[in-house]
């Protein structure tokens, strides 16, 4: 398997602009995870799925940010409207159904909104 | 909510030796999961060692090997016969067995000196 797979890799964006991140999970894997990882802030869970049902979105910063799964190998999370402060790396990981294995992580996606 | 707490932002060792990352959680589980997770400047995360927290006895995987004290809530890592190609930094995880998530600590900066 190829692992999780995130793109883009890069995105500089405009402030106002929309931003859509994409991920692919880990075939046979039913936990999906979304975090961001801020020098201020370290690595906050944003949202995650279970059988693509959004389980926890409490970590989602505000209205401008959501997520989907619309099914097991595809995600997004989409920014609307950016914002420099939004200005992070994005990283979606998947895990299989036993917790106590630990979730496989993409390469990120590092957003720079200027 | 858990938390889990790093409080060596960095550290550094000699090439060969022995260095210990320190980390604490709190929790009033009694079921979790516990990782070690390592980044280097690719900022792909990778898992370093798991270790469940029903086991008494501590999880090693090659030069890697913890110390965990459920009582003290404590979970620290160390790495034998350093490599240059250990430098990363290293995050501290923690999973509760009923949730799907992970909480991160905020990582601490490895250098190995040559």
């Known amino acids: 398997d190829a692992g999780v797979i995130q793109s883009p890799r890069h995105e500089v964006t405009e402030m106002g602009q929309e931003v859509t991140l994409r991920c692919k999970p880990i075939?046979?894997?039913?936990?999906l995870f979304w975090y961001r990882q801020t020098m201020m802030r370290g690595l906050e869970l944003l949202i995650y799925?279970?059988?693509?049902?959004?389980?926890?979105d409490s970590g989602m910063p505000e209205d401008r940010f959501s997520a989907k799964m619309p099914n097991a190998s595809f995600s997004t999370l989409k920014i609307q409207p950016s914002e420099p402060r939004d200005s992070a790396v994005y990283f979606c990981a998947s895990s299989f159904r036993t917790v106590n294995t630990e979730a496989f992580f993409g390469q990120g996606t590092r957003l720079t909104v200027v | 909510a858990q938390t889990v707490t790093q409080s060596q932002p960095e550290m550094s060792v000699q090439e060969a030796e022995t260095v210990t990352l320190s980390c604490t959680y709190d929790?009033?589980?009694?079921?979790?999961?516990l990782f070690w997770y390592k980044q280097p400047p690719s900022r792909q995360m990778i898992l370093v060692i798991r270790?469940?927290?029903?086991?008494?006895q501590n999880a090693t995987e090659n030069r890697f090997s913890v110390n965990f004290q459920k009582a003290a809530k404590s979970f620290s890592l160390k790495i034998s016969d350093s490599q240059l190609g250990d430098a990363a930094m290293y995050f501290c995880?923690?999973?509760?067995?009923?949730?799907?998530?992970?909480?991160f600590g905020s990582g601490t900066q490895l250098t190995v000196l040559p």
């Open positions: 270790q469940e927290a029903y086991k008494q």
């Open positions: 995880a923690y999973r509760r067995a009923s949730l799907g998530q992970l909480t």
């Open positions: 929790t009033s589980e009694s079921d979790y999961y």
């Open positions: 075939s046979g894997h039913d936990y």
């Open positions: 799925f279970n059988n693509n049902v959004p389980i926890d």
